[in-house]
Structure formats: structure tokens, C-alpha cells
């Protein structure tokens, strides 16, 4: 069965230092793996994805994730956090296989609550 | 131009009560989903719909109909509303996959349902 874990509730960070969101996955297949985050009161932004090829990922705000298929992870990371990055930020994965009832379907993590401070 | 929007942002209503929730996306996506986030925040998917046909069912109480009229929209209804309605409910959509390297799920702003 599919699933995601975030090991983490909060993460703190200075601004300036950089950042790791931790996320692990199970899936059948070979997997399909976003980050989204969302900011108080606002609905999902997606920041960035890994399909296939290099396993280092660049998205939205400077974020970038990597690929771990031996670890099955995909934390995300910044080099250098911002005060306005503070947000919930969620994992989700998607089976590359997916097809009758499970088509289309993201599994997400419980999401981590990034504060940085100033 | 919004991708992917809903009404109404929030919905304050009585036990119950019966409600719709409307959505509509511009992205020729043709499957479309309705998620649940609770006051944890966790986030859990209710229904979704392929080319206007239901293809996942979560467990939801029959309260609940998905309605989709074509591919673009994709409404909820809630029948006898409960307090444990209560929720931010989220529509998004995406497209099939395969081939497609367009695999993400855009989401609506989120409807913050309030049953009283």
C-alpha cells in the first residue's frame, strides 16, 4: 500500500540557515513524488516534483528535493531559508503505475509546519 | 485566471442543513478530486472522478454526492450536515498520467466548512 511519512511536526530554522523537510515514501511501483505548501488560510501550491531522471529536483522559491530510491526519500531543502517561507509543507506520492481505482490518486504526508525566524 | 476554483470560501451553517460546495477548473484536466483536511490538517482524499465518472469512493458517508456535470466541474453536496462536517474541504485536479509528465494535482483555494 502506498503511504508517506514526514518524521517531523515542526521544523525551526534561523533565517539564513538552510533547511531539510524530511519525507520518506511506500509504494508498489516506481513512484511519482511532489512537495506542496501551503500558507495560512490558502489552499495548496505545488513547488516541485520528481518523475524520473537526475534526482536532485529544482522547484518554486528555491527549493529543491532529492531522490533517494535506496533510503525511499525525498526531503526537501533550501540553502538559505526566508522568514516568508514559514509555512505547512506537504509530501505526497503518486504510483507511476496508478490505473482503476487508484488512478490519478496522491497519498500525502500529515505535513510539517516550517517556522523560520528572523 | 484561476486553474482551479471553488465556492464559496466559507460556509457557516446549522446541523442539518444541506449545502453544495462548486468547483471548476480551466485546465483540460480530465480527473478531478475532493479532499478533506481536518483540524490536524491532515489531508485525506474523498472522491474522485475521471472523465465525469466516479473512480474513488473513501468511505464517505452516503451524506455526501459528488456531482459531476462534465470534466471541468465537479460539485459536492452534503446532505443533514453534522459537526464533525466541519472541515476545509479542497477540489483539484489533474491529468491522467502515463506518457504525461503532467502528473501534479492543482488545488482549489479550500471551502472552511463550519457546521453549528
Known amino acids: 500500500a502506498q503511504s508517506v511519512a514526514q518524521p517531523e511536526d515542526q521544523v525551526n530554522v534561523a533565517e539564513g540557515n538552510p533547511l531539510t523537510v524530511k519525507c520518506t515514501y511506500s509504494v508498489s511501483g516506481n513512484p511519482y513524488l511532489f512537495w506542496y505548501v501551503q500558507y495560512p488560510n490558502r489552499g495548496l501550491q505545488f513547488l516541485l516534483k520528481?518523475?524520473?531522471?537526475?534526482?536532485l529536483v529544482k522547484g518554486s522559491y528555491g527549493f529543491e528535493a532529492e531522490f533517494n530510491k535506496s533510503q525511499t526519500s525525498f526531503h526537501l531543502k533550501k540553502p538559505s531559508a526566508l522568514v516568508s517561507d514559514s509555512a505547512l509543507y506537504f509530501c505526497a506520492v503518486r504510483d507511476m503505475h496508478d490505473r482503476g481505482s487508484t488512478l490519478g490518486r496522491l497519498y500525502f504526508g500529515r505535513g510539517t509546519q516550517l517556522t523560520v525566524w528572523p | 485566471d484561476t486553474a482551479v476554483s471553488q465556492t464559496p470560501k466559507y460556509l457557516v451553517t446549522q446541523m442539518g442543513n444541506d449545502k453544495s460546495i462548486k468547483c471548476e477548473q480551466n485546465l483540460g484536466h480530465d480527473t478531478m478530486y475532493w479532499y478533506k483536511q481536518d483540524s490536524k490538517k491532515f489531508l485525506k482524499i474523498m472522491f474522485s472522478y475521471n472523465n465525469k465518472e466516479l473512480i474513488i469512493n473513501e468511505t464517505v458517508p452516503n451524506r455526501f454526492s459528488p456531482k459531476s456535470p462534465d470534466k471541468a466541474h465537479l460539485n459536492l453536496h452534503i446532505n443533514s450536515l453534522e459537526l464533525g462536517d466541519s472541515a476545509v474541504y479542497f477540489c483539484?485536479?489533474?491529468?491522467?498520467?502515463?506518457?504525461?509528465?503532467?502528473?501534479?494535482?492543482?488545488f482549489g483555494q479550500g471551502t472552511r466548512l463550519t457546521v453549528v
Open positions: 520528481y518523475i524520473t531522471g537526475d534526482n
Open positions: 483539484a485536479s489533474s491529468q491522467r498520467g502515463g506518457v504525461s509528465r503532467n502528473t501534479e494535482a492543482f
